[in-house]
T-cell receptor, first 114, second 115 residues
Framework: NAGVTQTPKFRILKIGQSMTLQCTQDMNHNYMYWYRQDPGMGLKLIYYSVGAGITDKGEVPNGYNVSRSTTEDFPLRLELAAPSQTSVYFC?????????????FGDGTRLSIL | AQTVTQSQPEMSVQEAETVTLSCTYDTSESDYYLFWYKQPPSRQMILVIRQEAYKQQNATENRFSVNFQKAAKSFSLKISDSQLGDAAMYFCAYRSAESGYALNFGKGTSLLVTP
């Protein structure tokens, strides 16, 4: 059972570069999320999606973009990377429900912007 | 947006003893869910326990239990018979229909377990 798979696990970017963090899930979940975790902090919501073709902003969306063309995939795009985007990024998914089902998390991507 | 507060940045407990981690939250909603997640150094996010706000009975999962006080907006986690493997960051999280049922996390409590 793969669950939620994130690639890459680690990446170093230079300021101004762009990249896409990949996230795929094989549980046929409708809801998918991107969070970032800064050192010593809890996770903060960047973007979320409630189904293919539907995305919306979370608490910290600036500097990021997402798309959801399929149920399985929810890539996160960083445009013009900045040092403030150095963080650990988590993708998560859950089934369509009223909220009592747990979110399944990927193993995270550690991203450094230098 | 709802806020989740964990007032204990660090806690320490001896092996086999009991420890309680605190969490409070601020909301005007009546329908929501509360979770505790464990994050070991491997950085995996592991669900420890969950509580539905409409249930009065406190959730229990083996050595882990919660004290849910809805009126006080408090959701503490009790770990009994602490084990070395319990050492980790623990995050309290709130979830509701807002933002597609996304989780709203506290800043976490680092739990140290000493032999």
């Amino acid at each position: 059972n793969a669950g939620v798979t994130q690639t890459p696990k680690f990446r170093i970017l230079k300021i101004g570069q762009s990249m896409t963090l990949q996230c795929t899930q094989d549980m046929n979940h409708n809801y998918m999320y991107w969070y970032r975790q800064d050192p010593g902090m809890g996770l903060k919501l960047i973007y979320y999606s409630v189904g293919a073709g539907i995305t919306d902003k979370g608490e910290v969306p600036n500097g990021y973009n997402v798309s959801r063309s399929t149920t399985e995939d929810f890539p996160l795009r960083l445009e013009l990377a900045a040092p403030s985007q150095t963080s650990v990024y988590f993708c998560a998914s859950s089934s369509r429900d009223r909220g009592n089902q747990p979110q399944h998390f990927g193993d995270g991507t550690r991203l450094s912007i230098l | 947006a709802q806020t989740v507060t964990q007032s204990q940045p660090e806690m320490s407990v001896q092996e086999a003893e009991t420890v309680t981690l605190s969490c409070t939250y601020d909301t005007s909603e009546s329908d929501y869910y509360l979770f505790w997640y464990k994050q070991p150094p491997s950085r995996q996010m592991i669900l420890v326990i969950r509580q539905e706000a409409y249930k009065q009975q406190n959730a229990t999962e083996n050595r882990f239990s919660v004290n849910f006080q809805k009126a006080a907006k408090s959701f503490s986690l009790k770990i009994s018979d602490s084990q070395l493997g319990d050492a980790a960051m623990y995050f309290c999280a709130y979830r509701s229909a807002e933002s597609g049922y996304a989780l709203n996390f506290g800043k976490g409590t680092s739990l140290l377990v000493t032999p």
